[in-house]
Protein backbone atom coordinates (compact mmCIF):
# COMPACT_ATOMS: atom_id res chain seq x y z
CA UNK A 1 0.00 0.00 0.00
CA UNK A 2 1.60 3.06 -1.47
CA UNK A 3 1.58 6.48 1.17
CA UNK A 4 2.94 9.65 0.80
CA UNK A 5 2.21 11.75 4.29
CA UNK A 6 2.77 15.60 3.68
CA UNK A 7 4.07 17.51 6.45
CA UNK A 8 4.89 21.37 7.05
CA UNK A 9 2.23 23.70 5.99
CA UNK A 10 1.03 26.42 7.83
CA UNK A 11 0.58 30.36 8.03
CA UNK A 12 3.33 32.84 7.32
CA UNK A 13 3.69 36.62 6.09
CA UNK A 14 4.86 37.54 2.98
CA UNK A 15 9.08 37.22 2.48
CA UNK A 16 9.16 34.09 4.93
CA UNK A 17 10.01 30.88 4.52
CA UNK A 18 8.62 27.45 5.38
CA UNK A 19 9.50 23.68 4.53
CA UNK A 20 7.24 20.93 3.19
CA UNK A 21 8.24 17.81 3.53
CA UNK A 22 6.81 14.30 2.13
CA UNK A 23 7.33 11.06 3.74
CA UNK A 24 6.83 7.80 1.51
CA UNK A 25 6.20 4.30 2.25
CA UNK A 26 4.74 1.31 -0.11
CA UNK A 27 7.47 2.26 -3.01
CA UNK A 28 11.00 1.43 -3.92
CA UNK A 29 11.33 5.23 -3.55
CA UNK A 30 14.83 5.43 -5.45
CA UNK A 31 13.85 5.00 -8.74
CA UNK A 32 10.66 7.48 -8.45
CA UNK A 33 10.46 10.72 -9.66
CA UNK A 34 9.28 12.61 -6.88
CA UNK A 35 7.13 16.34 -7.23
CA UNK A 36 5.06 18.87 -5.39
CA UNK A 37 2.59 20.28 -6.96
CA UNK A 38 0.08 23.00 -5.40
CA UNK A 39 -3.80 23.79 -6.16
CA UNK A 40 -5.12 27.20 -5.23
CA UNK A 41 -8.77 27.99 -5.28
CA UNK A 42 -10.54 27.88 -8.52
CA UNK A 43 -7.41 26.82 -10.48
CA UNK A 44 -6.13 23.91 -11.53
CA UNK A 45 -3.33 21.92 -10.12
CA UNK A 46 -0.11 22.75 -11.23
CA UNK A 47 3.53 21.53 -10.99
CA UNK A 48 5.99 23.55 -8.65
CA UNK A 49 8.77 21.33 -8.41
CA UNK A 50 9.90 17.81 -9.10
CA UNK A 51 13.32 16.03 -8.53
CA UNK A 52 14.30 12.59 -10.66
CA UNK A 53 15.67 9.60 -9.56
CA UNK A 54 19.18 10.82 -10.72
CA UNK A 55 18.19 14.14 -9.01
CA UNK A 56 17.46 15.97 -11.66
CA UNK A 57 15.37 19.17 -10.77
CA UNK A 58 12.76 20.43 -12.56
CA UNK A 59 10.43 24.09 -11.41
CA UNK A 60 8.18 25.73 -12.32
CA UNK A 61 8.95 29.31 -13.42
CA UNK A 62 7.21 31.27 -10.93
CA UNK A 63 9.28 29.50 -8.04
CA UNK A 64 12.63 29.62 -9.82
CA UNK A 65 15.09 31.19 -7.37
CA UNK A 66 12.85 30.49 -4.52
CA UNK A 67 11.76 27.15 -3.77
CA UNK A 68 14.61 24.18 -3.58
CA UNK A 69 13.06 20.52 -3.75
CA UNK A 70 15.47 17.64 -2.40
CA UNK A 71 15.16 13.94 -1.47
CA UNK A 72 16.91 11.34 0.57
CA UNK A 73 16.71 7.69 -1.13
CA UNK A 74 17.34 6.69 2.36
CA UNK A 75 14.87 7.88 4.55
CA UNK A 76 12.40 7.86 1.63
CA UNK A 77 11.57 11.79 2.11
CA UNK A 78 11.12 14.58 -0.44
CA UNK A 79 11.45 18.26 1.00
CA UNK A 80 10.51 21.39 -0.51
CA UNK A 81 12.18 24.37 0.85
CA UNK A 82 10.17 27.55 0.01
CA UNK A 83 11.70 30.48 0.37
CA UNK A 84 10.57 34.53 0.02
CA UNK A 85 7.14 33.29 -0.05
CA UNK A 86 4.52 35.66 -1.69
CA UNK A 87 0.46 35.53 -1.41
CA UNK A 88 0.13 33.98 -4.40
CA UNK A 89 1.85 30.80 -2.90
CA UNK A 90 -0.99 30.07 -1.03
CA UNK A 91 -2.26 26.69 -2.24
CA UNK A 92 -2.75 22.99 -0.84
CA UNK A 93 0.44 21.61 -1.78
CA UNK A 94 0.69 17.87 -2.77
CA UNK A 95 3.16 15.20 -3.04
CA UNK A 96 3.46 13.32 -5.95
CA UNK A 97 5.12 10.03 -6.52
CA UNK A 98 5.39 8.61 -10.76
CA UNK A 99 6.01 7.83 -12.65
CA UNK A 100 6.47 4.73 -12.66
CA UNK A 101 2.50 5.13 -12.08
CA UNK A 102 1.15 8.13 -10.17
CA UNK A 103 0.08 8.80 -6.31
CA UNK A 104 -0.40 11.31 -4.04
CA UNK A 105 -0.44 12.57 -0.90
CA UNK A 106 -3.32 13.75 1.37
CA UNK A 107 -2.26 17.78 0.67
CA UNK A 108 -1.13 20.14 3.15
CA UNK A 109 -2.18 23.85 3.05
CA UNK A 110 0.00 26.68 2.84
CA UNK A 111 -1.16 30.24 3.27
CA UNK A 112 1.00 33.51 2.65
CA UNK A 113 -0.79 36.32 4.37
CA UNK A 114 0.13 39.12 6.81
Known amino acids: QVQLVESGGGLVEPGGSLRLSCAASGIIFSIYTMGWYRQAPGKQRELVAS???????NYATSVKGRFTISRDNVKKVVDLQMNSLKPEDTAVYYC????????WGQGTQVTVSS
Open 51 to 57: IGSGGYT
Open 96 to 103: NAGPPGTF
